[in-house]
């Protein structure tokens, strides 16, 4: 364990998520491949995708960063919802005036998209900085000089739920597996205070055993939790058994 925390430093220099030339690709090539699992509320998001001209995986991928398709989930910034759309700057923006519409999930996907397309209309189609203002407001987001650090990285994170949705990437679930997201069970490993540093736990590991199945993501309290991704418990006793090659072992496990 020791080793990986002083890896971590390490790593947590380096550039990591998604850059720019990904979300392009992604733009100009892959905005039409279907999702690969049916996630929760996906009428609600193929109706969004259609009425927003937003591409339907990457509604998905911001929900998935966002809440976990949690309907109920509230940030420490005051976001709620599927979509977390914050209350009442943002929604009161999108015509909603009463907190309790954004735990309607198809309420919070429409409008979770509206913003999104304004954000897209903004920055001229650039879903890099789309994301950025997305995350961190379109006044502090401007296409003439470097974007905030987190910012920059909430682009990359989002980037890692999408290729989650599109089925690729190492924390896909594997073929042969129920397409249903809803099959997914979840266990939490660590939590750090800074996206980075979660990131980069997650590629440590992943490095080492490359068939562990990870994903980070952000809480309500502004921290960031690495879960392990299983079906089944026998997936999980081979998972375990990869941590503990790795060098971690989980508190109390």
Same mark, same amino acid.
């Given at each position: 364990?020791? $080793?990986?925390? #002083?890896?971590? @430093?390490?790593?947590?220099?380096?550039?990591?998520?998604?850059?720019?030339?990904?979300?392009?690709? +992604?733009? =100009?090539?892959? !905005?039409?491949?279907?999702?690969?699992?049916?996630?929760?509320?996906? !009428?609600? #998001?193929?109706?969004?995708?259609?009425? +927003?001209?937003?591409?339907? !995986?990457?509604?998905?991928?911001?929900?998935?960063?966002?809440? =976990?398709? =949690?309907?109920? @989930?509230?940030?420490?910034?005051?976001?709620?919802?599927?979509?977390?759309?914050?209350?009442?700057? !943002?929604?009161?923006?999108?015509?909603?005036?009463?907190?309790?519409?954004?735990?309607?999930?198809?309420?919070?996907?429409?409008?979770?998209?509206?913003?999104?397309?304004?954000?897209?209309?903004?920055?001229?189609?650039?879903?890099?900085?789309?994301?950025?203002? +997305?995350?961190?407001?379109?006044?502090? %987001?401007?296409?003439?000089? &470097?974007?905030?650090?987190?910012? $920059?990285? +909430?682009?990359?994170? %989002?980037?890692?739920?999408?290729?989650?949705?599109?089925?690729?990437?190492?924390?896909?679930?594997?073929?042969? &597996?129920?397409?249903?997201?809803? %099959?997914?069970? &979840?266990?939490?490993? %660590?939590?750090?205070?800074?996206?980075?540093?979660?990131?980069?736990?997650?590629?440590?590991?992943?490095?080492?055993?490359?068939?562990?199945?990870?994903?980070? #993501?952000?809480?309500?309290?502004?921290?960031?939790?690495?879960?392990?991704?299983?079906?089944?418990?026998? =997936?999980?006793?081979?998972?375990? @058994?990869?941590?503990?090659?790795?060098? #971690?072992? &989980?508190?109390?496990?």
């Amino acid at each position: 364990m020791r $080793a990986i925390v #002083f890896l971590l @430093a390490v790593l947590a220099a380096g550039e990591l998520g998604a850059t720019q030339a990904a979300w392009n690709q +992604y733009r =100009d090539a892959e !905005t039409g491949l279907a999702p690969a699992l049916d996630f929760p509320h996906l !009428t609600c #998001f193929r109706s969004a995708a259609v009425s +927003y001209d937003v591409p339907l !995986t990457l509604l998905l991928a911001v929900a998935r960063g966002e809440s =976990d398709f =949690d309907v109920r @989930a509230r940030s420490h910034a005051n976001a709620h919802g599927l979509m977390q759309i914050l209350w009442p700057a !943002t929604a009161n923006e999108l015509g909603i005036h009463r907190l309790s519409q954004l735990y309607e999930p198809c309420i919070n996907i429409d409008a979770g998209a509206r913003y999104l397309r304004k954000m897209l209309d903004r920055y001229n189609g650039n879903i890099h900085l789309a994301l950025a203002a +997305y995350n961190y407001g379109p006044n502090r %987001i401007s296409a003439s000089r &470097k974007i905030p650090n987190g910012a $920059a990285w +909430y682009s990359g994170y %989002i980037h890692r739920h999408l290729d989650y949705v599109l089925g690729r990437g190492p924390s896909a679930l594997p073929a042969g &597996k129920p397409r249903n997201y809803d %099959i997914e069970t &979840k266990m939490a490993l %660590i939590t750090f205070a800074a996206p980075y540093r979660a990131q980069a736990f997650v590629d440590l590991l992943q490095q080492s055993q490359p068939a562990l199945r990870l994903e980070w #993501f952000r809480q309500e309290a502004g921290r960031f939790r690495v879960m392990l991704l299983y079906s089944g418990r026998a =997936d999980l006793q081979r998972s375990q @058994a990869m941590l503990r090659k790795a060098g #971690f072992r &989980k508190k109390g496990g």
